[in-house]
Antibody, heavy 118, light 113 residues
Framework: QVQLVQSGAEVKKPGASVKVSCKTS????????ISWVRQAPGQGLEWMGW????????TYAQNFQGRVIMTTDTSTSTAYMELRSLTSDDTAVYYC???????????WGQGTLVTVSS | DIVMTQSPDSLPVSLGERATINCKSS????????????LAWFQQRPGQPPKLLIS???TRESGVPDRFSGSGSGTDFTLTISSLQAEDVAVYYCQQYYSTPYTFGQGTKLEIK
């Protein structure tokens, strides 16, 4: 069965970076992409971007351009999302989702809470 | 950016009754060349990640109960739960994937009356 398992919760100081991993199984990693979506506490969903696991092509939301880097490691079927220059506004649960064509996530990871606090 | 607006924000419904959630996009999200609406619906239970229910405005995902249905076209869409069950208590989101940045509605909290 398709599974996406994310790395554990992180606490970071303002200005730092965080890298969240998303290990996948149950499907051929290279034939799908991965989307990243975040959710601030008690808030709605915000799309951050998408990466193709086939060729590494990325599409980032303008709000995160220059601050986010999405990568994949086909040898371990794992996707990564690194977010730099963190502020308290980046405190959120970060989700990865399998997304074949950069449309919508059909299987989601359990989420990773990133807390930014001094 | 395309703004997605859901109504209502909160919806109390009795068990066994129909629940209707609306989603309106600020721009047309029907792609004329393939006649597809680029809209998905998600269910998010407390403490859980979103779960995909419906894609292309009306295509139910495998394993989703048939009491869930999606309809609409262009800018106005609806998610209907024909007979509310206790396990349907959740927040429901619509999402457009017509153009980036993909955007979600603010969510509708469905609860038991």
């Amino acid at each position: 069965q398709v599974q996406l398992v994310q790395s554990g919760a992180e606490v970071k100081k303002p200005g730092a970076s965080v890298k969240v991993s998303c290990k996948t199984s149950g499907y051929t990693f290279e034939t799908f992409g991965i989307s990243w979506v975040r959710q601030a506490p008690g808030q709605g969903l915000e799309w951050m971007g998408w990466i193709s696991a086939y060729n590494g092509d990325t599409t980032y939301a303008q709000n995160f351009q220059g601050r986010v880097i999405m990568t994949t490691d086909t040898s371990t079927s794992t996707a990564y999302m690194e977010l730099r220059s963190l502020t308290s506004d980046d405190t959120a649960v970060y989700y990865c989702a399998r997304d074949e064509w950069n449309w919508y996530g059909d299987y989601w990871g359990q989420g990773t809470l990133v807390t930014v606090s001094s | 950016d395309i703004v997605m607006t859901q109504s209502p924000d909160s919806l109390p419904v009795s068990l066994g009754e129909r629940a209707t959630i609306n989603c309106k996009s600020s721009q047309n999200i029907l792609y004329s060349s393939n006649n597809k609406n680029y809209l998905a619906w998600f269910q998010q239970r407390p403490g859980q990640p979103p779960k995909l229910l419906i894609s292309w405005a009306s295509t139910r995902e495998s394993g989703v109960p048939d009491r869930f249905s999606g309809s609409g076209s262009g800018t106005d869409f609806t998610l209907t739960i024909s007979s509310l069950q206790a396990e349907d208590v959740a927040v429901y989101y619509c999402q457009q994937y017509y153009s980036t940045p993909y955007t979600f509605g603010q969510g509708t909290k469905l609860e038991i009356k």
